[in-house]
């Protein structure tokens, strides 16, 4: 089955960048569609860039300009290269894998990550 390890969380000042990074093992069907979310406390979670095995992608015109998702050329790991961070963007940041279809019955429907957590301070 599918597991994702974030990584690449931490502390940065405003104006500053981070790359977060995601490990993906299994079933590359089952892992078609990779996307980093974040969430605050009491807030819910929210879609910030996905990426596919086969390249699209798709961006929340709230990161875009800033946040940039992309993928290693073996598929295994998943990045999100942020800029210009603000204490705004302090949150848990999570990867997701969604399988191909649902007729990859094999396969979980989609998987979480344990998440990182991005700190930005003024």
């Known amino acids: 089955q599918v597991q994702l390890v974030e990584s690449g969380g931490g502390s940065v000042e405003a104006g500053g960048s981070l790359r977060l990074a995601c490990a993906a093992s299994?079933?590359?069907?089952?892992?078609?569609?990779m996307s980093w979310y974040r969430q605050v406390p009491g807030k819910e979670r929210e879609v910030l860039s996905m990426?596919?095995?086969?390249?699209?992608?798709w961006s929340a015109e709230s990161v875009k300009g800033r946040f940039a998702v992309s993928q290693s050329s073996d598929l295994n790991t998943v990045y999100l290269e942020m800029n210009h961070l603000s204490p705004e963007d302090t949150a848990m940041y999570y990867c997701?894998?969604?399988?191909?279809?649902?007729?990859?019955?094999?396969?979980?429907?989609?998987?979480w990550g344990q998440g990182t957590q991005v700190t930005v301070s003024s």
């Open positions: 299994g079933p590359i069907d089952c892992r078609y569609r």
């Open positions: 990426i596919t095995r086969t390249g699209s992608i």
């Open positions: 997701k894998a969604d399988r191909r279809t649902p007729l990859y019955t094999e396969c979980a429907p989609f998987v």
